[in-house]
Nanobody, 126 residues
Framework: QLQLVESGGGLVQAGGSLRLSCKDSGRAFSSYSLGWFRQAPGKEREFVAAISFSGDSTFYADSVKGRFSISRDNAKNTVYLEMNSLKPGDTAVYSC???????????????????WGQGTQVTVSS
């Protein structure tokens, strides 16, 4: 079971950078594949990035490829989302999510994930 808590959100100017963190307080973190999703006001939640439980595979939405990077540190029970070249369109609540031992290709589907954090707000000003 995961208990995920996000941090690192805030207000940043366009072109700036932020690093989001999502920390688990449990003991099985290394067995979980993890994803980041975001939801802007008035819009549906959308997939941003994911990393396999082994850490060998990463996946990105086309809209963030080349700008965002997902990584994990199992020793710290934490998954990160490094966000560079931020745009006003990146403004949203960002949430991390986890699913146990998954190694398929449906990381983009929020229905896949069993555990979710509460989210952290990212606001990019123009």
């Amino acid at each position: 079971q995961l208990q995920l808590v996000e941090s690192g959100g805030g207000l940043v100017q366009a072109g700036g950078s932020l690093r989001l963190s999502c920390k688990d307080s449990g003991r099985a973190f290394s067995s979980y594949s993890l994803g980041w999703f975001r939801q802007a006001p008035g819009k549906e939640r959308e997939f941003v990035a994911a990393i396999s439980f082994s850490g060998d595979s990463t996946f990105y939405a086309d809209s963030v490829k080349g700008r965002f990077s997902i990584s994990r540190d199992n020793a710290k029970n934490t998954v990160y989302l490094e966000m560079n070249s931020l745009k006003p369109g990146d403004t949203a609540v960002y949430s991390c999510a986890g699913v146990a031992m998954y190694s398929g290709r449906r990381y983009f589907s929020e229905a896949l994930y069993d555990y979710w954090g509460q989210g952290t707000q990212v606001t990019v000003s123009s």
